[in-house]
């Protein structure tokens, strides 16, 4: 049997951030990391859009404000110091409407108590920005959002981990006893363990009795190519509904500098449903209804955005919920559809509401990331600092 002072679940950027902070400050531990695939990052953490976000849309008493503040500039540091492409292109958001103007100022008053530099522009201002983007009189300057490859980020974690930490790919968690890890290939024995599990993280959790007023329900993002790598020069984004944990469709410049339109929040029909039935799971697809039926009936406000987003598996709808934002788009440019990626949301199941910040329990010898929402990504280092911080025994 293993022995190890550490055991992370999970090789996706926070369990792979985790492991990195974790053989900084304690280089004599030995620290393992399980991982049920054979490479990282092949679910959400290589499947997000790759934009680092500068940190203005939360309030500032939630963890997302302060650790998309921080991860922004840390991360954006990193590439820049291992020599990794981030395409420091900027983002604009804007407004259609008066209405909307109301929550552009609101999104700078966050932002500014926040300490992000941010600023209100008029249309002559984001004509010089970006001469195809178009807003109703003011947009909101955020020049510190760019872009990466995710999946680069990750390899290069891998890379800087020390020879104290291990990752074990094709090994599945399989349960627990006291201080040990039942997996497919055998036991670990551990100190501390920490669950990173994506979209299995409550499951893991609720085996230690921990988060068991949580649940994941899956939602799928998709983007469409746009093939025109001169159409935009930085991201444009719309004014959101801040009343749901979605930023709505808008352009995203890629680290390589062509563009995408996206992403849809469509439910997802079981954990891993990135295409018609792979990986398919009676359990999961039950459970799935049962709660999304239940928000359905219950929650207007998701009744709403389930309504919308259904009529998103059209792409010539998903993409029309964009187009309003850029003074000239050729539809015939709108390409095929990228790889998807899947998003595990937390829900409340007592009150069904969408969990929106971060969401960490600490149970006996073991810590679990239960809500690791975006922009996590972007979090990743500061989030990673927070957690070992706050390590249990």
């Known amino acids: 049997m293993i022995e190890a002072d550490f055991v992370i679940v999970g090789a996706g950027i926070i369990g792979l951030s985790i492991t990195r902070e974790l053989s900084t400050r304690y280089p004599d531990s030995k620290i393992v990391i399980l991982e049920k695939e054979n490479t990282v990052a092949l679910h959400s953490s290589g499947r997000n859009s790759g934009v680092l976000h500068a940190g ?4 500032a008493d939630s963890l997302k404000a302060r650790f998309t503040r921080d991860g922004n500039k840390l991360l954006t540091d990193y590439c820049l110091q291992k020599g990794l492409k981030i395409n420091r292109c900027g983002k604009v958001v804007v ?18 108590t926040n300490g992000v530099f941010i600023k209100i522009i008029d249309e002559k201002e984001l004509s ?3 001469p195809n983007a178009k807003t109703y009189k003011k947009a909101l300057y955020s020049p510190t959002t760019s872009s990466v490859d995710p999946k680069a980020v990750c390899k290069s974690i891998v890379d800087d981990l020390g020879k104290n930490s291990q990752i074990l790919f094709n090994t599945t968690f399989e349960g627990h006893s006291k201080k040990t890890v039942i997996t497919n290939k055998g036991r670990i024995g551990y100190k501390h363990l920490i669950n990173c599990g994506g979209l299995y993280a409550d ?10 007023k949580y649940t994941l329900i899956p ?8 093939n025109d790598d001169d159409f935009l020069r930085m991201h444009v984004y719309p004014v ?12 995203t410049k890629k680290v390589d500098g062509s563009v995408k339109i996206g992403p849809t929040s469509m439910p997802a029909f079981w954990r891993e449903n990135y295409s018609i039935g792979k990986g398919f799971k009676v359990k999961e697809l039950m459970e799935v209804v049962l709660y999304e039926s239940r928000m359905f009936l219950t929650k207007p406000e998701f009744r709403s955005l389930a309504f919308d987003e259904i009529r998103k598996y059209y792409k010539k709808y998903m993409t ?6 850029t003074k000239t788009v050729d539809y015939l440019k709108f390409g095929k559809y990228l790889e998807p990626g899947i998003r595990a949301q937390l829900v409340d199941k007592h009150s069904m509401d969408l969990v929106m910040d971060f969401v960490v329990e600490h149970g006996e010898n073991s810590t679990h990331i239960l809500n690791a929402v975006s922009p996590a990504f972007t979090c990743a280092f500061s989030f990673s600092r927070y957690v070992v911080e706050n390590i249990n025994g």
């Open 56 to 59: 203005f849309y939360y309030t």
């Open 219 to 226: 939602f799928k993002g998709m983007y469409v190519k746009y």
């Open 95 to 112: 407004a259609k409407d008066e209405q909307e103007l109301n929550t552009l100022l609101e999104l700078e008053k966050r932002g500014k």
């Open 128 to 130: 010089k920005l970006e």
């Open 320 to 325: 029309s919920q964009a187009t309003y934002m």
């Open 203 to 212: 499951r893991i959790a609720h085996q230690y009795g921990v988060g068991k």
């Open 240 to 251: 959101p509904n801040l009343k749901n944990p979605f930023l709505g469709v808008h352009y």
